[in-house]
Structures are given as structure tokens and as C-alpha cells.
């Protein structure tokens, strides 16, 4: 027998999990990566997905074929139910698991901001059964407008609502108009596609709020181009099976607007697991459920166990919490694994602070079409495109899966077909009024 | 308004239904198809989807898209009822369609032979869903053995048992000993995936009894060569939670094989459309519930309804019914679709029969191994394997498929990675004893 290593676990296997082992790869630990998931997901292509122009395994990697090699981690597929962080144990569904260094990257889910009866009627975009089931509702309802006779219900089911004018908002608002326009432009017989009306639905001021004003409005001309039309200043105040009510800030009167498909970018809110968390330690979380985190990332009274990624509320010293994007949980990944290494070699890493350095952001609308803010470069169109197209088949973590992607990209600019158009795990859907 | 046109109705978009579809391009009909699918499935390949290899949209295209440029032609997603042979009317649950001619080519579906208790023991390999699930399941018990502790529990879920040797079966198992021997050999830290038995149970008295004896035997070769087991002279007689329990024809002393991952390979049946058309119709079943065709595909009493594909019974002038095979539903579809072109232009299509050109019948044996079966000429091993490479992707009808599958096949051969190893869709299981 060995001497017994410090064990450390990493919960989750998105891009906080998955950096964080990768940093710790030459530490002589003990490692252990534990995910609900047997597969690491690429969520900023998840709505290719939801608009079929790639398919599920293209965008995920198993953990475990990624991490291989690495031999000084395993990987667990478990669930963590609650964490003792006095005995310094994860209670898993499947058992237990003890730790020295945990890290917690859970990510976040779909916020409805207490409205959780919305879900149902609007389904947002965070795993890959979303985005199947998104794909699946998308193409019914033109399947259902087909065979439909009331002008009525025809108008409802060729409505698409997209709440949320973030980036996933912005790309699948963009993609449902390609797919109306151009996808499935003489595949019908009875209606035309391209009388489908496609809105996005957003309460600011403007779309892509975090972006530069100038490349928002870039944006929103670039959807509008392509038949998507973008409400501004509307909050949304009710979904139901119908279609979603809308008001707009400067009058009080709500208006219905009938869809069959309403989909949900408006928010996320961290993974169950920070109350959790908070149950085990009494850490503090902000109004998204985060957890505030200490300036080195682990949470208040516990060095030993640290946030990152998507739960964690990492102010960075300043006024603004850091945006939930894979820069942020990797940067936080590479930061802390730095951490527990030098903590194993005796280094002292008190007042260590994590900073965040914004490399820029960026969203694609449409096929060629993308806006990229690189701080000091702003991109749009075409170049903003091919800078999209480039950091993120970059980013794919499998070999395989980026020489897939970019032969499915080039297949859709020359083709606009759409080939992983499958409705699949549904059952068949009525007519709400039959 | 033109004058009211020859109305032709498809029922179901597999190798049948679209086949039919393409041989009536030119006729100037109103031609409808109807599945409840949105999609084309190329079934033969479906077991790379269960297995890991390839995506569900790989082998899969939309119907609407192959049939876009058909303009006699138009596609609807629906699901048939019932069959009103008088009025001749087809009853969808989304409305009626009425038909001049009818083509029926609704497929089959699994068959337990009277214990439909054990399907949900030991899932078959018909549907885009069941080949997920079937993924999930192989996958899962590799992961849930890596947790457990009791040797028992882990001896049970490292037991794969596929029931049925037939190409199916054969290339389900040859996949799965692949899985354990290959892809997952080091991905592993507790358990080693080689220990897993992978069990072929077959009735007869050797695996693949459609093929010649010699090549059934090459095929079992390279079965046992790959790791599995070929239990020869086994019935199931009982499907559980537990496993499976067989029987040899030699005595009657039962065995339980306990197992966590039983798969269905032995046997389907008719679709139950077969049945709602006896009902219309009083036409005769076979024990399978296929549909007895007259010599010409058609019905007795109604030369207007062609049954073809897995759901007819079609003795093609000889004694053997004829095997549930692609080749078989095509040119079915191709004399089908002449009958009809020539009753419209008035020649008599009376005394006609169908008569089925066998080109042969292939399976592989994982990765590099195939047995064809092609009349004159037998292949077996590395020849085999590239006959039955380039007819597959000849037989898929998107092209952008062909070059995925292609590629995803090249980069299997060389790596041995199976990267479409999702676990999705799937409740997390709890063992069964705990």
C-alpha cells in the first residue's frame, strides 16, 4: 500500500470540472471527478442542436475518454446529494465520497424567477434532452401546421417566441428564422414556412446587453434580416399552453400572443447544489442562488472547498459579478488547481485573489453572420463569423467531433439544409383545442 | 382547378413506403405519404447508434427533405388508425385521407412471442429510442459496476446477454465485446471492462441460419475471437430484472444468467396496422401478423390496397416466406409502383407477380470483420467487411450522411473510439437489491 494521497474531488465535468482536472493533472493526488452526466457538454453550440444542424454527440465527449490518460483521476458517474463538510464527505446518491480539496462546478439550470410553471410551456436550452426536445417541438409545429385547416391555429403554431435577448436567445431567434426562410423553403405542400413569424422577446433596451451598443444594433439589424422580429422593452408576464402576454414597460396592458412554441433564454440560476452547500456551511448565496465566494474562490471558514464556474459569485474586486461563460469557470479552474499544487508543496496560498481577464464575447446570428467583441477588435458579419467559427471548433475538447462540426458548418453554408432534423422521444402532441 | 387526380397514398417512409414514393416521381397522381416519424431510418445500421458509434441523425434523413424536390408528392406526419376499405379512407388521428390507391408499408415491430412482460427487461432495436436507450444501458452498467463494491452486483452488471443470433444479434454482440475488450479498456480505474461476459443465446443449432453453414461458422469464429460467448441450443425462458433463465434443448433443467443489460434480438412481427386492416378488409394473417398478399402485393377483394415490406406475407410462388429484409421491401416498392403507373394509362396489370431477385445478405462482426452472403460469391473477414462498407453507405439517402458515417467509421478504425457515448434520456437507475 502507498501512503494515502490528498484526495481531492471535482463535482461536475463542464468546462470548471473538467479545467480543474486538467490543471491538477501532474499533482501527485488523489482525484476523483464526479458528474451526474457521462459526458462533458460544449453548451454554447447546444441551439445547433435545438435548430439540427448537429447532433448531441457532436458537442459532448465522454468524461472518461477525455480524462483517459490522465492517471491520477477517476471518474465517477454519481449524483451529490449533500455535502458534510465537517467529516469532509459528499453524500452521492450511489454512496459516499471523502475528500481533503473539493471542488464544486456544478453549473446552473434554467431560471423562471418563481414562475416554475412556465417550463413546461416554454422549455429552456441547458441539456442535451433540451435540446432535443426544443428541436422536436420546433419542427412540429410546422409538421402540425401542415395538416391544420383553421387559419387560426395555423397562425399559432407558425408563431415562434423566443423570450431573452441574450446571446442563446440572439442564435436561436436567428436560427428559427433560417430554418422558416430557407430550411424548409419548398418542403411544404399546403403552407408556406415562411409565413412562420419568429420574436424575440426582450425586456432591456436593447439586445445583447453586454455587448457594445453599436455591435447590439449590428445584431439586431442582422436577425431582422433574416425575418426574425425583435420586441424591445417587453417583459413577459405570463406563459401558458396558449402563447406568452407580454406588456411593454410603458403601458400596463397585456397582450396575448398565441404560439405553440415558446422558448425560454431569459435566465439561469445556479445548480441545486449551492443551498446544499449552504446547508453544510452556512455560505452566503446572492439572489441567483450563487455562491459568494472568498477572494480566492473557496467559500468563507472552509479553504478547503472551493466554487467555480457558473455558481460561484465572484465579484473579481469589483462591482460587477463575472458572467457565467466557459472563460470564467476555466480561468477559475486553473486558478484554484494552482492553489491546492502549491498548498502540497508547503507554499503558503493565503490573500491569493482571483482576476478575471475578459478575452471577449461573441454570438453568431444566422449562418455567415456573427458579431465578436475582442475588446480591442469588434467583429460583425462574415469575420465576426469565421472568428466564432474558429475559437469554437477550438474549444471542442474531441478530435473527432470538431472535424464533424466543421464538416456539418460547411455542409449548412452550402446547402442551408439542416440534416439532423429528427423529432425524436415525443409523444405525439395534440391540438391544445381538440 | 385541374381535374381531380389518381390519388395515391403511402403509409409509412421506411425502405417500402419511400422506394414506392420514387417509383411513382413521374406519374402524374396526387401522392401522399404519411408516417408518424419525421424521418427515414436506415435500420441496418441502427445498431452502431445503440453501440456508440454513430448519431441517430447519421442514419436518418427527413422525409420531407428526400421527397422536397418530388413535387407529385407531399408528406405528412401522422399516425393511421384505422383503414375504411369501402369509402376508401384512411383514418389518421390528426384527420382522414382519402385514396384512390393505397400502399401500405408500415414495417414491424419486436416481437417476445406472447411475453410482451419482458420487453421492458430486455429492450429490442427497432426505433431511434430504443437504440438511445440501448446505449444507455450498456454504458450504465459499465458505470454502475465502477461504483459498486459486492463482487455478485458486479459480476451481474458486467453481463451483457443478447438473445437471438441473428444478424442483428450477431452484430450486437460482437459491438459489445468490442466495447469492453477496446474502447473502454483504459478509461477504467476499479473494475477492468475485459472481465465483462458477453453472452450470444441462440435456439438453433448455429448462429445466422439464413446464411450458409460455413460462413455462419467463420462469423461465429470471429464472435468468440472478439470475447463473446455463442450459447448454441438455448431457448429464454424467462426474462427478469434479474437476468435471463435458459433452457437447452437436451434437458429441461432451467438456468438463471443474472445480468443487468438483456437485449432483444429474436424476433418481430407485423405492424398493428396489419391488424386494423384485417379488420377492414377480412383479410388473412400469418402467425407473425403479416398481411397474405396476393401474387401482385395486393389483397384479396381489393386490387387497390398493396401491402409490402416487413408486413407482407408474400410466398413469392415458393414455400418460404420471404425474409424482412430492405432488398425485399424495395423491389416490392419498384412493382407496386409499375402496377399503378400502367392501370393509369389503362393497360391490364391483372395476373402480374412479384418475384424477389435476392442480391444477398451481409453482417458484421465488429469493427473489420463482415460475412456476405452474395449468391456466387462468399466473403468473410477484411473482403467481407468492405462489401458490406460500401453497399451500407451506398443504401443511405443523404449524401452528407454518407461522408459522416465514413468518417465516423475511419476514425473508429483507427482508434477504436466509439465518441456517440451518451448516456441520455435516462432516469438514473438505483440497483436492483437495494
Known amino acids: 500500500m502507498q501512503k494515502a494521497k490528498h484526495r481531492v474531488v471535482i463535482v461536475g465535468a463542464g468546462f470548471g470540472g473538467l479545467y480543474a482536472a486538467k490543471a491538477l493533472r501532474r ?49 465517477l458517474l454519481g449524483e451529490v446529494i449533500s455535502v458534510d463538510a465537517v467529516r469532509r464527505r459528499l453524500n452521492l446518491r450511489e454512496g459516499a465520497l471523502e475528500y481533503d480539496s ?52 395555423i397562425r399559432r403554431l407558425l408563431t415562434f417566441i423566443v423570450v431573452g435577448g441574450g446571446p442563446t436567445g440572439v442564435e436561436l431567434a436567428g436560427a428559427i428564422a433560417e430554418i ?29 446587453e453586454g455587448y457594445p451598443a453599436a455591435l447590439a444594433a449590428r ?44 422558448l425560454w433564454a431569459a435566465g439561469v440560476q445556479a445548480a441545486p ?23 480566492d474562490c ?4 472552509h479553504p478547503e472547498i472551493f466554487v467555480i464556474g457558473d455558481v460561484a459569485s465572484h465579484c473579481g474586486g469589483g462591482a460587477e459579478p463575472l458572467p457565467g461563460v466557459a472563460q470564467v469557470a476555466m480561468q477559475q479552474a486553473a486558478f484554484v488547481g494552482r492553489i491546492i499544487r502549491d498548498r502540497l508543496q508547503g507554499q503558503p496560498a493565503s490573500g491569493r485573489r482571483f482576476r478575471y481577464h475578459d478575452k471577449g464575447s461573441m454570438a453568431t446570428i444566422g449562418r455567415a453572420s456573427a458579431v465578436a467583441d475582442l475588446g480591442h477588435l469588434q467583429l460583425s458579419g462574415m ?34 439544409n439542416r440534416s439532423a432534423r429528427l423529432i425524436t422521444n415525443q409523444e405525439v402532441r395534440s391540438h391544445p383545442d381538440n
Chains 1, 2 share one sequence.
Not at 448565496?285 to 472568498?294: A, F, P
Open 27 to 75: 499533482a501527485d493526488i488523489d482525484l476523483t471527478i464526479v458528474d451526474r452526466r457521462n459526458f462533458h457538454l460544449f453548451q454554447p453550440l447546444l441551439y445547433q442542436v435545438a435548430t439540427g444542424v448537429l447532433s448531441p454527440a457532436n458537442i459532448a465527449a465522454p468524461v472518461r475518454s477525455i480524462l483517459e490518460r490522465q492517471r491520477n483521476c477517476r471518474t
Open 102 to 153: 473539493l471542488i464544486l462546478a456544478p453549473g446552473s439550470v434554467n431560471s423562471y424567477f418563481g414562475n416554475d410553471d412556465w417550463e413546461e410551456h416554454a422549455p429552456g436550452l441547458k441539456t442535451v434532452e433540451d435540446a432535443t426536445m426544443i428541436r422536436a417541438r420546433i419542427l412540429s409545429a410546422f409538421e402540425q401546421a401542415e395538416l391544420e385547416q383553421v387559419p387560426d391555429r
Open 298 to 301: 473557496s467559500i468563507a471558514g
Open 219 to 262: 445584431a439586431q439589424r442582422s436577425l431582422e434580416k433574416l425575418g426574425a422580429e425583435v420586441l424591445l422593452g417587453y417583459q413577459v408576464v405570463e406563459v401558458s399552453e396558449r402563447g406568452a402576454t407580454v406588456r411593454h414597460s410603458d403601458n400596463d396592458a397585456d397582450s396575448l400572443i398565441e404560439s405553440a412554441t415558446v
Open 180 to 208: 422558416a426562410n430557407h430550411t424548409l423553403r419548398r418542403e411544404f405542400r399546403t403552407i408556406n414556412p415562411s409565413d412562420a413569424r419568429i420574436l424575440l422577446v426582450q425586456g432591456g433596451e436593447r439586445i445583447l
Open 383 to 416: 469575420p465576426g463569423w469565421l472568428a466564432w467559427l474558429f475559437i469554437h471548433l477550438m474549444y471542442l475538447v474531441a478530435y473527432d467531433n470538431r472535424v464533424l462540426v466543421l464538416f456539418q458548418w460547411c455542409w449548412y453554408y452550402l446547402t442551408w
Open 273 to 295: 447544489l449551492s443551498a446544499a452547500l449552504r446547508q453544510a456551511t452556512g455560505c452566503e448565496l446572492d439572489s441567483g442562488g450563487r455562491v459568494i465566494v472568498e477572494e
